[in-house]
């Protein structure tokens, strides 16, 4: 309990200070923020940003986690300090969609891991990430996940909307992966469906321009 509510409390430090050194405008404010970030990571990781951004995210959650079962406080506090510093290094373009992207992937990531605690909702923070970086090529890897993540929280046209967008890059990838989303949806109540913005007649008017997209 100490460690999560000491982790809480510096996000929610870090978080003020960003904003507040932000607002000045000011170059050199803005390189203490990439300071004071970097030093904030590095105490919870031992790792550099640029160690963190050449290890896969999960590799990173397994290291963090000390190998053994998922630790949801720090998990969610590196992902959450990445953002922060993708918000930081915006001047940057290539460094700051590596932060966010990698920040997305861990938030994603361990959301959807089922041995999470569920109480720590991080959907405005995973859907602020997507509004920015959407404009982006995403990788697979990332694309899956936000799939994923809209399915897990039943925004069944979202993550329809993503799998049809992986068609344009990753159609020989991804077939396997549709068909099995719309069987799932096949077995979903129709609350459910009208409830995921995606009604029964549209999961199959999906399903046949899925297998047309497919064709072409």
């Not at 000045?24 to 923020?33: A, D, G, L, P, V």
């Amino acid at each position: 309990m100490y460690q999560k509510d000491y982790i809480i409390k510096m996000i929610k430090q870090l978080t003020l200070a960003v904003a507040t050194l932000l607002s000045s405008k000011s170059k050199t404010k803005i390189e203490e923020c990439q300071q004071m970030l970097n030093g904030a990571i590095y105490d919870l990781t031992g790792m550099s940003e640029h160690t963190i951004l050449k290890l896969s995210h999960r590799d990173l959650i397994s290291i963090i986690s000390g190998g053994k079962e998922i630790n949801t406080e720090k998990c969610f506090a590196l992902a959450e300090m990445l953002k922060l510093s993708a918000e930081v290094s915006e001047d940057d373009t290539a460094r700051s969609f590596a932060l966010y992207l990698k920040s997305l992937n861990i938030f994603i990531e361990v959301s959807l891991d089922q041995r999470s605690d569920t109480t720590q909702n991080k959907s405005q923070a995973i859907h602020e990430i997507i509004n920015v970086i959407k404009q982006y090529k995403l990788p697979k890897e990332s694309n899956l996940l936000i799939f994923r993540y809209y399915e897990f929280n039943g925004r069944y046209d979202k993550a329809e909307d993503v799998l049809f967008n992986m068609i344009k890059t990753n159609k020989d990838e991804i077939v396997d992966e549709g068909f099995a989303f719309y069987e799932r949806l096949r077995m979903k109540t129709q609350e459910e469906l009208e409830s995921g913005n995606l009604p029964l007649d549209e999961v199959i008017e999906g399903l046949n321009v899925y297998r047309n997209l497919l064709n072409h």
